[in-house]
Nanobody
Framework: QVQLVESGGGLVQPGRSLRLSCTAS????????MGWYRQAPGKQRELVAV???????NYGDSVKGRFSISRDNAKNTVYLQMNSLKPEDTAVYSC??????????????WGQGTQVIVSS
């Protein structure tokens, strides 16, 4: 009932910037939070950044001070501005929405992921 589509991934050199976008569509009744998680090869999925329905944000320790999350409520879109990228930021970045449809209780929805490769 809820679909998330990410865009903006790609190959960048260390120290450069990249901006990811995620747009939600479907039978959305309410959104508790939207955010980004990432998973590198051989590693667990980890929190990158989350923004709640009231605008509060949370960041993973490894990206604090470098990444910034924002949203456009009218478009049901969340953005992730990634600055000062490091090789260890290389991962598949997945958009997450925690919310409700008209007929379902709150749950997590996931996008298909967009690949970010930081390499010289």
């Amino acid at each position: 009932q809820v679909q998330l589509v990410e865009s903006g991934g790609g190959l960048v050199q260390p120290g450069r910037s990249l901006r990811l976008s995620c747009t939600a569509s479907g039978s959305i009744f309410s959104i508790d939070a939207m955010g980004w998680y990432r998973q590198a090869p051989g590693k667990q999925r980890e929190l990158v950044a989350v923004i709640t329905s009231i605008g509060s944000t949370n960041y993973g320790d490894s990206v604090k001070g470098r990444f910034s999350i924002s949203r456009d409520n009218a478009k049901n879109t969340v953005y992730l501005q990634m600055n000062s990228l490091k090789p260890e930021d290389t991962a598949v970045y997945s958009c997450n929405l925690r919310g409700r449809t008209w007929v379902a209780a709150a749950r997590d929805y996931w996008g298909q992921g967009t690949q970010v490769i930081v390499s010289s």
